[in-house]
């Protein structure tokens, strides 16, 4: 058990012992914390606070879970000239993400029968479920080129609009990427761009219930009542074996650097190590590639509506709000230090005037978007600059209550059905979706109120489900 004690609002410290090197912080309501104590995920979060180079503090975020390695909900930040990298602190689905498309369709104009429609549209030209291809990849040239180049590759190609490019974060193309430095079996997995995948991923389309902030959602392209779409995927196959076959190297590396592990989820290496350096670069190509596949998705989206409504897309608006990535590893400068900080299962969250924003949410701060459960609302937030000993980061989600094979069986199917019984949902057999029901998740609404009750985030417009579109299996 770890000494934790409660140092502001919302906030809990776990103080430097034993081979910590910096103290843990949490970011939390006082039931969220009493709800982890016990939780392995405590323990993660101070094992990677033992790594070499670890800056200031490690940090929990409120929606703060068990993962491999670092937590999810984890931020761990080192020093960009002697510090580490880790496979496992970025995760298994390398720029897992969430990007948020707006309308000026009005809800009130979109029964279920034709929220079916479009649903059954997007269905056709978005494959869901566990190891689905896309269509889009029968060129292996196209792959690498995204791998490299990200979303401007595709823009380019006509399969999105060039405003888009505005609204990503790092602008779609983080730089450094290699396919050089990928494994066969990594490359082998590289055929599923414009796909969801399983597990928590997902197309939902909700609308706008709530504004908090007018002027700012206005500027965001929020209307209430109006139809929104998010997207929620990330790199795939291809993330997955990238983390694998690198905290595989990591691990026979570690002695060469005479670095103590505290766990081998944090398998890691110094940053500017051989190994360091490639994964950096193979990371990379798994965030371009996940950049890649949200923009398509989104031009099949589109096309999708404007099928339905048999009209031009850009009539309907589906306007990108912003696209942002979880589970990554960037150089950031914070604190007077470049650091690289790793956020698993964490987003950036910059506030308005910081030099890192894109310039089209220079004086708002980039919008936040964090998804809620099925059934459940999602927020759109801003950060702050009290959110500075965050690394300028805030949660990604809701935060699992319950593992996957522990929901399938604890929760019922009629619950879930009850849960859902206003919202139209694809799959036809919902037992094979229990793990990904609310009940197996924290509140959504404490684990945000946890930020903005302190100031480090302000709610700007909380959406709700219509329909969500989400593939069978894990």
Do not use: W
């Amino acid at each position: 058990m770890f000494r934790i004690k409660k140092i502001h609002d919302n906030t809990y410290l776990i103080p430097k012992q034993g081979k910590m090197k910096v103290d843990a912080v949490l970011f939390l309501n006082e039931k969220l914390c009493q709800d982890i104590l016990e939780d392995d995920a405590v323990k993660q979060l101070t094992d990677a606070a033992c790594l070499p180079g670890v800056f200031k503090h490690v940090v929990g975020m409120p929606d703060i879970h068990e993962g491999f390695g670092l937590p999810i909900g984890g931020i761990m930040a080192t020093d960009a000239r002697n510090g580490i990298v880790s496979a496992g602190a970025v995760g298994m689905d390398i720029n897992c993400g969430v990007r948020l498309l707006g309308t000026n369709i009005s809800r009130e104009k979109v029964d279920k029968p034709l929220l079916r429609k479009i649903m059954d549209s997007i269905e056709e030209k978005v494959p869901t479920g566990i190891g689905k291809k896309s269509r889009h990849t029968g060129s292996s040239s196209l792959v690498e080129k995204v791998m490299v180049e990200g979303a401007p590759a595709l823009v380019e190609k006509g399969l999105g609009r060039p405003e888009d490019l505005k609204a990503i974060e790092e602008y779609g193309c983080l730089r450094g990427a290699d396919p050089e430095k990928l494994s066969s079996k990594a490359v082998s997995r590289s055929n599923q761009l414009a796909t969801i995948g399983g597990g928590n991923h997902f197309i939902e389309i909700g609308y706008v219930s709530e504004v908090f902030l007018p002027e700012t959602a206005e500027y965001f392209g929020l209307q209430k009542d109006n139809l929104t779409v998010m997207i929620h995927t990330g790199s795939r196959g291809l993330g997955h074996q990238i983390c694998n076959d690198y905290t595989n190297i990591m691990l026979k590396s570690v002695k060469k650097y005479g670095i103590d592990l505290p766990s081998r989820g944090l398998a890691c290496v110094p940053i500017h190590s051989t190994e360091g350096r490639d994964y950096l670069s193979a990371m990379a190509c798994a965030v371009n590639f996940a950049f890649g596949n949200r923009q398509l998705i989104t031009h099949e989206v589109r096309n999708a509506f404007g099928e339905v409504f048999q009209c031009s897309p850009e009539k309907l608006g589906l306007h990108l709000v912003y696209d942002l990535a979880h589970n990554i590893a960037k150089f950031e400068e914070h604190f007077g230090r470049r650091l690289l900080v790793h956020r698993k299962g964490a987003t950036r969250a910059l506030p308005p005037n910081h030099p890192s924003n894109p310039e089209k949410y220079m004086h708002t701060g980039h919008p936040v978007l964090i998804p809620g459960t099925m059934g459940t609302a999602s927020y759109v937030v801003t950060g702050t600059e009290k959110n500075k000993d965050t690394f300028y980061s805030t949660n990604h989600g809701a935060g699992r209550v319950m593992s996957r094979k522990a929901a399938r069986k604890t929760l019922c199917r009629s619950e879930l059905e009850n849960r859902m019984k206003n919202i139209l949902i694809n799959t036809r057999n919902l037992k094979r979706i229990l793990d990904e029901a609310p009940g197996a998740y924290k509140n959504i609404h404490e684990v945000v109120l946890s930020l903005t009750d302190i100031n480090m985030t302000r709610m700007i417009a909380m959406l709700k489900p219509l329909a969500v579109i989400k593939g069978e299996g894990d």
